[in-house]
Nanobody, 114 residues
Framework: EVQLVESGGGLVQPGGSLRLSCTASGFTFSSSAMSWVRQAPGKGLELIAYVGNIPIYVDSFVKGRFVISRDNAKNMVYLEMSDLKPEDTGVYYC?????????WGQGTQVTVSS
């Protein structure tokens, strides 16, 4: 079964950190570029970053604060988030890149608030 399962979100104060994880199964993970996508409240899906052999940060607002990485042996992709800001609030999803070709998982909620 093709599946993406995100985890690691939560409520954090501004300036805090979180590490999101995504476990992939049912497709050739090592051959797929993987992305992290955010859906802010009331908005559409927004590509944050993706990683094939190297990481690419699409959202300039996260540059220097977020780090995307992957572990092909574990079929996992990560998003290390630091210096979090209220604008980072949303549901975070992983998917393939450049096309979001896998059925969306449930996502993981990140709320940045004091």
């Amino acid at each position: 079964e093709v599946q993406l399962v995100e985890s690691g979100g939560g409520l954090v104060q501004p300036g805090g950190s979180l590490r999101l994880s995504c476990t992939a199964s049912g497709f050739t993970f090592s051959s797929s570029a993987m992305s992290w996508v955010r859906q802010a409240p009331g908005k559409g899906l927004e590509l944050i970053a993706y990683v094939g052999n190297i990481p690419i940060y699409v959202d300039s607002f996260v540059k220097g604060r977020f780090v995307i990485s992957r572990d092909n042996a574990k079929n996992m992709v990560y998003l290390e988030m630091s210096d979090l800001k209220p604008e980072d609030t949303g549901v975070y999803y992983c998917n393939t890149a450049p096309e979001w070709g896998i059925q969306w998982g449930q996502g993981t909620q990140v709320t940045v608030s004091s």
